[in-house]
């Protein structure tokens, strides 16, 4: 089995622990059930003590005539626990005179319980083996005459073979199970790992050609709703973002190359012209040089809004603030939309307090917002249409400027996208599709809110609110001067 670096750790883990507790396990069952065997062996022997000893032998020798020996062979065959347990008759020299067995005991015994008994403490036990091997569990009973005189012992055996052998099938039982059950552990465990193990491997593998530039990978084949499932689905919605992201980018690029070509052939074709004609015609000349020179301003604009779109993307963007009236910067740019307005037929409709809106700000890049809103306002309204400019300060501390137009405006799918970079609503009117990611991010840092609502073919509302120093006035009055008052370029 080939194994993964998490698939191994995991198995290494697993089966020390479960080999630890299988071993811990049947080490105590082991030995619960041999200490309870051999208790109950050992109980056996207690059933039979030196004073029971005693009592027999004194009866049997009163009655029976042949001494120590003669009783013995009567203790012998009325004993009740023949079955369970064997019984020796030995004399006061240690020789084994008489077997439960029946048969005669030749051979040299150790018989360390004997020599303990007889020496004082009249009952002794020991487990051993005989000399054919078989473990015992015995007991030896000392008798003494009634003058105190040793007559002899009686040892009683049980085996321990059959208790040994029934350990060993239990051991062998336990060993089994606890083998059975390591290999199901393992076996589950090794279905759930690869559960696991094998989607983590799509993931890196899908991971590593999204990374090589294949934006269309995808994850699609992992059956579970869980922490994968969704580390899955945010590695899908991931590579489809870098997939919509990398599009944008190369639109963008696209359209900032016919956006910078366009100027540029103005320019180096009036250029060319000039070189021409010389100084042959005056007039010519005059106008070749303010081409040039609008051109070249808005090449300047394109990179200055190229410029500030690096700054915002790296987070270097930074406000020059002081005090400013912001009404007076909008005044400043609708005043200066005005030619253009009438050039293309556009009624602009300009509303606004006619008192000051002070706040700490930067001048320059709040006109850049209102020029950008305006400039997008003309960009997507035809000829006949109307812009309504309308500020408004429904409390002392805030300013709404609204920029309503009766343009194309936008699809309710592209909406939510149109602060995002790159991101152009509508490809066939010219722009580079960065100038409101860049407006919305100047009125963040200014702590105020850009939000777009359109519906499309009726127009598109830009509202822009922004802090302002509280100014105390009366509002009702202000609002009656207000709407009595409009401005109309």
Known sequence: MKFLSLTKRWFLNVASIIIVILIAVSAVL?????????????????????????????????????????AGRNYIDNFPDKDIMAVW???????????????????????????????????????????????????????????????????FMVSLEAIDEQLLRISLII???????????????????????????????TAKRIAGGDLAARIDHYPYNDEIGELCATINDMASKLSVSDRLKNDFISTISHELRTPLTAIKGW??????????????????????????????DMVEELLDFSRMSSGRMQLNNDKIDILAELDEVVFAFKERSIKEGIEVVYNVPHFPAPMSGDASRIKQVFINILDNALKYTEHGGKIIVYAEIPNPATLIVTVSDTGAGIPPEDLPHVKEKFYKANTTVRGSGI???????????????????????????????????????????????????????
């Open 30 to 70: 082991f030995f619960s059930l041999r200490n309870y065997y051999y208790s109950v062996a050992d109980m056996a022997l207690d059933s039979h003590s030196a004073d029971e000893v005693a009592s027999s032998f004194n009866l049997n020798i009163d009655s029976v005539s042949g001494g120590f020996e003669a």
């Open 89 to 155: 008759i030995i004399d006061s020299g240690g020789n084994i005179v008489l077997s439960s067995s029946g048969f005669e005991i030749n051979e040299e015994v150790e018989m360390p319980d004997f020599v303990a008994a007889v020496s004082g403490e009249g009952t002794s036990k020991w487990t051993g083996r005989l000399p054919s091997g078989e473990k015992i569990m015995a007991s030896t009973c000392a008798y003494n005459y009634p003058n105190g005189n040793l007559g002899g012992a009686v040892r």
């Open 175 to 205: 060993a089994l199970a606890g083998i059975g059950m390591f290999v199901l552990v393992v076996f589950s465990g090794s279905l759930f790992i690869r559960s696991i193990v094998n989607p983590v491997r799509d993931i890196g593998e």
């Open 271 to 300: 250029g060319e012209t000039l070189l021409q004609i010389e100084d042959t015609d005056p007039a010519m000349t005059k106008r070749g040089m303010g081409v040039i020179i609008s051109e070249a301003s808005r090449l300047n």
């Open 435 to 489: 100038g409101l990611a860049v407006a919305d991010e100047i009125i963040r840092l200014h702590n105020g809110n850009l939000d777009v609502d359109s519906v499309l073919g009726e127009g598109t509302t830009v509202r822009i609110t922004l802090p302002i120093d509280p100014v105390e006035y009366d509002f009702a009055e202000k609002e009656g001067e207000n709407s009595n008052e409009q401005k109309e370029k």
